[in-house]
Nanobody
Framework: QLQFVESGGKLVQTGGSLRLSCVASVSTFVDHAMAWFRQAPGKEREFLAAISWSGDRTHYADSVKGRATIFRENDNFTMYLQMSSLKPEDTAVYYC????????????????????WGQGTQVTVSS
């Protein structure tokens, strides 16, 4: 079973930046589109960004477009989310997950479109 471990979450000041990582447990990572979501306290899990299995196509939510970059290094079984111009409303637990089908694109934005969620990494943005 494909498993993911997220890391890179931390306390940052408004306007700061960070890079989140999502490391896969097995090489089949390279065959699946991936996505980042986040969940703030008391809110539903929110789609942020997705990337195709090959990394050549991406899709972003309006809430992070222009401030986030999703990319992957298939050789290292790792996906990243680089975020800048952070705001207090970016405070949340950030999760990665994969599409259950092979060789897909980044157009899926619902939580139910993804499987094998990681445990999440906490991002806190102070004002």
């Amino acid at each position: 079973q494909l498993q993911f471990v997220e890391s890179g979450g931390k306390l940052v000041q408004t306007g700061g930046s960070l890079r989140l990582s999502c490391v896969a447990s097995v090489s089949t990572f390279v065959d699946h589109a991936m996505a980042w979501f986040r969940q703030a306290p008391g809110k539903e899990r929110e789609f942020l960004a997705a990337i195709s299995w090959s990394g050549d196509r991406t899709h972003y939510a309006d809430s992070v477009k222009g401030r986030a970059t999703i990319f992957r290094e298939n050789d290292n079984f790792t996906m990243y989310l680089q975020m800048s111009s952070l705001k207090p409303e970016d405070t949340a637990v950030y999760y990665c997950a994969r599409r259950p089908t092979y060789y897909g694109g980044p157009e899926y934005i619902r939580e139910i479109d993804y499987v094998d969620w990681g445990q999440g990494t906490q991002v806190t943005v102070s004002s």
